[in-house]
């Protein structure tokens, strides 16, 4: 099998909401007369001499992104190209993690077309029947929290994610609305994005600690393994942190101790393949893990649903909100939460055909 033919679908799609991070005290909330955003997003079909194709997304892009330049520059890098020959592949093919992704997802879709097989079976076959998912509330006024919670326990959600990084005022007030209504089942995380110094990080921590946190991610600026450690001596809740395919970085957690738990994705780590890797290192190194996420949308949530279910080492709740946090999707039929999950669909490859329709519609 050959890889014959490349295309790129460019859309733009709206969200819900606005989905703003920690930017530090003094930053503005926003409130309910705030216009939700606009994502542009594109989508790599990949056709083979024997009739298959495959499908992969670049996520919520915040770049310049030609898709005329990127399909010259992949199919003079994949025409040719045998799918399953991944290592071969991605030694050679030099270009940002996103579009890595991107060509990660079509290939793996590829292949469980290929063998008529779901992807999650050609990864290490499934673990858990569905990924939990940890809704992420984004730094807005109190009152919009308050009803946003409201809302995704009605779908089922009892694991949330709250942004903070505002006045830590505010970041208590909305920490402990949604303690209040959530309940005390609920597991609550935070993400200070990296915006508290040192000693903000170690202060805050213990100040939230009150209203019983499964972990706060992101929490010191820099990102530094030496002070992740440091803060995680000093407090009593679960440190998470971001990683990528820098092995270098990904060494120096484990060196310092700096992590209980990681948080990684496919878009950040350049695809599944790479995504596995560092999970075996994790692995091997007594830290668990998450997913994260760009907010994706349908095809990217297909990737990393195939991915949570076949990793041991991915046991607290993943921050795949996208089905839910954007007006439309483009594939037919989108994802639907299950009691606060998202599981798998058990067709070939990742189980997600593109609606054609929707891809001329909302074409970019």
Same mark, same amino acid.
């Given at each position: 099998?050959?890889?014959?033919?490349?295309?790129?679908?460019?859309?733009?799609?709206?969200?819900?909401?606005?989905?703003?991070?920690?930017? !530090?005290?003094?930053?503005?909330?926003?409130?309910?007369?705030?216009?939700?955003?606009?994502?542009?997003?594109?989508? $790599?079909?990949?056709?083979?001499?024997? !009739?298959?194709?495959?499908?992969?997304?670049?996520?919520?892009?915040?770049?310049?992104?030609?898709? /005329?330049?990127?399909?010259?520059?992949?199919?003079?890098?994949? &025409?040719?190209?045998?799918?399953?020959?991944?290592?071969?592949?991605?030694?050679? $093919?030099?270009?940002?993690?996103?579009?890595?992704?991107?060509?990660?997802?079509?290939?793996?879709?590829?292949?469980?077309?290929?063998?008529?097989?779901?992807?999650?079976?050609?990864?290490?076959?499934?673990?858990?029947?569905?990924?939990?998912?940890?809704?992420?509330?984004?730094?807005?006024?109190?009152?919009?929290?308050?009803?946003?919670?409201?809302?995704?326990?009605?779908?089922?959600?009892?694991?949330?994610?709250?942004?903070? !990084?505002?006045?830590?005022?505010?970041?208590?007030?909305? /920490?402990?609305?949604?303690?209040?209504?959530?309940?005390?089942?609920?597991?609550?995380? $935070?993400?200070?994005?990296?915006?508290?110094?040192?000693?903000?990080?170690?202060?805050?921590?213990?100040?939230?600690?009150?209203?019983?946190?499964?972990? &706060?991610?992101?929490?010191?600026?820099?990102?530094?393994?030496?002070?992740?450690?440091?803060?995680?001596?000093?407090?009593?809740?679960?440190?998470?942190?971001?990683?990528?395919?820098?092995?270098?970085?990904?060494?120096?957690? &484990?060196?310092?101790?700096?992590?209980?738990?990681?948080?990684?994705?496919?878009?950040?780590?350049?695809?599944?393949?790479?995504?596995?890797?560092? $999970?075996?290192?994790?692995?091997?190194?007594?830290?668990?893990?998450?997913?994260?996420?760009?907010?994706?949308?349908?095809?990217?949530?297909?990737?990393?649903?195939?991915?949570?279910?076949?990793?041991?080492?991915?046991?607290?709740?993943?921050?795949?909100?996208?089905?839910?946090?954007?007006?439309?999707?483009?594939?037919?039929?989108?994802?639907?939460?299950?009691?606060?999950?998202?599981?798998?669909?058990?067709?070939?490859?990742?189980?997600?055909?593109?609606?054609?329709?929707?891809?001329?519609?909302?074409?970019?």
């Amino acid at each position: 099998m050959k890889i014959t033919k490349v295309q790129i679908h460019p859309v733009a799609v709206k969200r819900r909401h606005r989905t703003v991070v920690g930017s !530090g005290s003094g930053m503005e909330i926003p409130g309910a007369d705030a216009a939700p955003t606009e994502s542009e997003f594109a989508f $790599l079909e990949l056709e083979t001499d024997e !009739g298959i194709s495959g499908v992969g997304e670049w996520s919520d892009l915040g770049q310049a992104f030609d898709p /005329v330049a990127m399909q010259r520059q992949l199919e003079e890098n994949l &025409v040719g190209i045998n799918p399953f020959d991944l290592e071969a592949l991605f030694a050679h $093919l030099q270009v940002d993690r996103s579009t890595c992704c991107a060509v990660d997802s079509a290939l793996y879709d590829l292949m469980g077309r290929a063998l008529e097989v779901p992807v999650y079976q050609l990864i290490g076959g499934r673990v858990r029947e569905r990924v939990e998912v940890s809704w992420v509330v984004y730094i807005r006024q109190v009152k919009l929290i308050s009803t946003e919670i409201q809302q995704m326990q009605e779908m089922g959600f009892n694991a949330f994610k709250l942004k903070v !990084g505002a006045d830590i005022g505010h970041d208590e007030t909305c /920490v402990r609305l949604i303690r209040q209504t959530a309940g005390p089942q609920a597991q609550i995380k $935070l993400d200070a994005s990296g915006v508290w110094s040192l000693e903000e990080a170690i202060a805050y921590i213990r100040r939230l600690e009150q209203y019983g946190l499964q972990g &706060v991610e992101s929490p010191v600026r820099g990102r530094c393994a030496a002070d992740l450690a440091r803060v995680r001596e000093a407090v009593n809740t679960r440190i998470i942190e971001h990683v990528w395919d820098r092995w270098d970085y990904v060494l120096d957690l &484990v060196h310092h101790q700096a992590v209980d738990i990681i948080n990684l994705f496919p878009e950040g780590c350049g695809g599944i393949f790479r995504c596995k890797k560092v $999970l075996a290192v994790a692995e091997a190194a007594g830290i668990e893990a998450l997913l994260g996420s760009t907010v994706e949308l349908g095809v990217g949530t297909a990737a990393q649903v195939h991915l949570g279910v076949s990793s041991p080492g991915i046991t607290y709740p993943s921050d795949l909100i996208g089905p839910a946090m954007y007006q439309e999707d483009v594939i037919d039929p989108p994802f639907e939460y299950m009691n606060g999950g998202l599981a798998p669909r058990e067709t070939p490859g990742l189980g997600v055909a593109l609606d054609r329709a929707q891809l001329r519609r909302l074409k970019k």
